[in-house]
């Protein structure tokens, strides 16, 4: 009922401000930002500059005017995106996030004297494009900009990619030593540690030159030697006594750009990206005679360590269980926090959907309906945050009609109590009606967890199906169990020949005789009828869709890989 109310307030707040984005309000991203508790890093194909598709939201943002008319599949029905505006998780003093910013603000009073720092912790994630990419030198090309990463409101304004947004506004306005906090926005692959909002902490430090001069060094090297010194410092607060080391990195924003990380439970763990801020940014603000240092990193990604939480979705949880193990001071400092004790695991449901990809886009760099970022957003929409994982399983290609076809796992877990059928049935349909509808898929299996069926309309035999496909009908017809048979039936008979030529008379024919019932076992199954349907037409009055032996089955099923379908 909260975020309901949340969504309500924030209607009329968005369509406000949505107007009122100004150029100057927002800040960077690489891919990711800092690279840190989200998206990808910076590789990766180009892509259109901006937002590709001109207008780039769904009917709950509305398009702004001047924003063009065309409205991305992937981008509409952001309910799940739109209720999160407002929650705040950072400032919530009794939360992980609250607990894990108050440590990190604690550290920076510590070192550099009570507020010298200043901490911004409630600005508007709604921001410019100019400021999200071009204040923070973001190249036109660069993917970070693609509407598959972005969380476009239109043309010209986005939900902030990361909390360097707002550091070219924050320079404009005088400050030159300040803490950004908040909640950023990439559209993201569905798994354990990903989720489409999180929380980041950036800092900035400018240096007058009467700072280099008096200590008689470079600008540059006195930058880059205290922005080391002083997350080296950050580090032993959060972790303790780690051993540490820096890694070359690239960040369009900053020049030298450095990544942290320390070696934590028995690996090297990624803390945070770094560098000396590059000189363009500072001119950008009229600092043109300074220097400066810059860090970023993921809230999300540092707590899950630090409080050993499994699930980035827990952090979301209004479940007692979860938020009653949390408060304000369990944060001791060096690596002492309250550990996260789980309460009982639910277990998963499996849904695996099966279909054939669009036909690539005819005009040159317009982009795909289908990306796995677009299939996250539809899936994450309407399932919420019962979705736990949305993985690949396998990639075929057709050459006989150049189609490819692809089978992903969607994985439902509660976090709260057991799943039922029905409610996950009922997800999964509309799931694969919005695959049709917004990703313009072709769907060639009403594939589920144990049930699928055939292909509708191709021109393909059974053996010449998809191994997926043929391994959830195996298994549906219990072609499966009989494969597996057929194989304990060959093992057996070259134990039976092997054992003839050395063992006892009695031993051979007591062998044999346990061959001849496998054997006629083995006869009666592959005679039997395999029945292959869909989850939602089930077979009736002995009238399958479509229907074979069940030798073919197994046949079809062993020569696709009887390890492939155990993996």
Request: charged share 25%; with cysteine; aromatic share 8%.
């Amino acid at each position: 009922l909260t975020r309901r109310s949340n969504a309500q307030r924030n209607a009329s707040v968005l369509e406000e401000r949505q107007a009122d984005a100004s150029p100057s309000g927002a800040g960077t991203r690489t891919g990711a930002g800092w690279g840190f508790g989200g998206a990808a890093a910076l590789a990766g194909d180009s892509c259109a500059a901006a937002a590709p598709h001109g207008v780039h939201g769904g009917d709950r943002f509305g398009a702004a005017e001047g924003g063009g008319d065309h409205v991305g599949p992937e981008q509409q029905h952001l309910e799940h995106i739109y209720n999160k505006l407002g929650v705040n998780l950072h400032l919530n003093p009794d939360h992980p996030l609250g607990i894990l910013k108050a440590a990190i603000e604690q550290y920076f009073n510590e070192r550099f004297g009570e507020k010298t720092f200043t901490s911004f912790d409630s600005l508007y994630p709604l921001v410019s494009t100019k400021a999200n990419f071009d204040e923070v030198l973001v190249p036109p090309d660069h993917i970070s900009r693609s509407s598959n990463d972005t969380y476009y409101v239109n043309a010209d304004t986005v939900l902030r990619c990361h909390t360097s947004a707002h550091q070219a506004e924050k320079l404009r306005e005088g400050h030159t030593k300040f803490l950004v906090v908040g909640d950023v926005y990439r559209r993201d692959t569905i798994d354990a540690t990903h989720y489409p909002v999180f929380h980041q902490m950036e800092g900035v430090r400018v240096f007058e030159p009467s700072e280099w001069e008096e200590a008689g060094v470079d600008s540059g090297e006195l930058a880059a030697t205290e922005l080391k010194a002083t997350l080296e410092g950050l580090a032993a607060h959060l972790f303790g006594d780690v051993e540490m080391r820096w890694v070359d990195a690239y960040f369009p924003f900053t020049e030298p750009s450095y990544e942290l990380e320390i070696y934590y439970n028995g690996e090297w763990l990624e803390v945070l990206g770094c560098g000396v801020m590059e000189m363009a940014i500072l001119e950008g603000a009229g600092l043109g005679d300074k220097r400066a240092w810059a860090f970023g990193l993921g809230l999300e990604r540092l707590a899950m360590v630090l409080f050993e939480i499994g699930d980035i979705r827990l952090f979301w949880s209004d479940d007692k269980r979860f938020t009653s193990q949390f408060k304000q001071g369990c944060f001791v400092g060096g690596g002492q926090a309250t550990k996260f004790k789980p309460y009982s695991k639910y277990p998963p449901c499996l849904k695996d959907v099966s279909f054939w990809l669009p036909p690539a886009p005819e005009t040159e760099g317009e982009d795909s309906s289908f990306t796995e970022n677009n299939l996250c957003e539809l899936v994450r929409n309407i399932g919420g945050d019962l979705v736990e994982e949305v993985k690949l399983i396998d990639e075929f290609t057709n050459p006989k009609v150049g189609k490819t076809s692809n089978c992903y796992r969607i994985t439902y877990r509660s976090m709260e109590r057991s799943l039922t059928d029905e409610e996950i049935n009922n997800i999964q349909e509309q799931v694969r009606d919005g695959m049709v509808e917004k990703l313009q898929v072709e769907l060639d299996s009403a594939a589920s967890t144990g049930v699928c069926a055939p292909a509708r309309g191709e021109n393909l035999s059974f053996l010449e199906r998809p191994w997926h496909l043929i391994a959830t009908m195996a298994c549906a017809g219990g072609a499966y169990e009989l494969a597996k048979r057929r194989e304990a039936l060959r093992n057996f008979e070259a134990r039976v020949n092997a054992a003839a030529a050395n063992a006892p008379p009695e031993v051979v024919e007591q062998l044999e005789a346990q061959l001849a019932v496998m054997r006629a076992e083995s006869a009666a199954l592959d005679a039997e009828t395999v029945y292959l349907r869909t989850s939602s037409t089930p077979v009736r009055n002995g009238a399958p869709e479509e229907c074979c032996t069940g030798a073919e089955a197994a046949q079809a099923l062993e020569a696709s890989s009887l390890r492939a379908l155990e993996d």
